[in-house]
């Protein structure tokens, strides 16, 4: 595009494997200011990062869906 300066960062955050890929998007997306991660993933078992990203996306303002009972139970809440 003329006018417009592409910028990607790299090597910002932790790198992953293909199947965390989808996990590791959706974080950076969240998390990305434009300059810096605003915050990490918490641990290297991404199964409760999975949980965590879920339960935050479930209960976002607007959202009337139900937390399922799997996650109230994984998060202990």
Not at 3 to 27: E, I, K, P
Request: charged content about 15%; some cysteine; aromatic content about 10%.
């Amino acid at each position: 595009m003329i006018g417009w300066d592409r910028c990607y960062t790299v090597g910002l955050g932790q790198s992953c494997h293909s199947n965390n890929s989808g996990l590791f998007a959706t974080h950076y997306a969240r998390a990305f200011d434009g300059v810096q991660l605003l915050w990490d993933l918490k641990t290297p078992e991404h199964g409760i990062n999975r949980a965590e990203l879920l339960y935050q996306l479930l209960s976002m303002p607007g959202n009337l869906g139900d937390i399922p009972e799997m996650l109230i139970d994984l998060l202990e809440i």
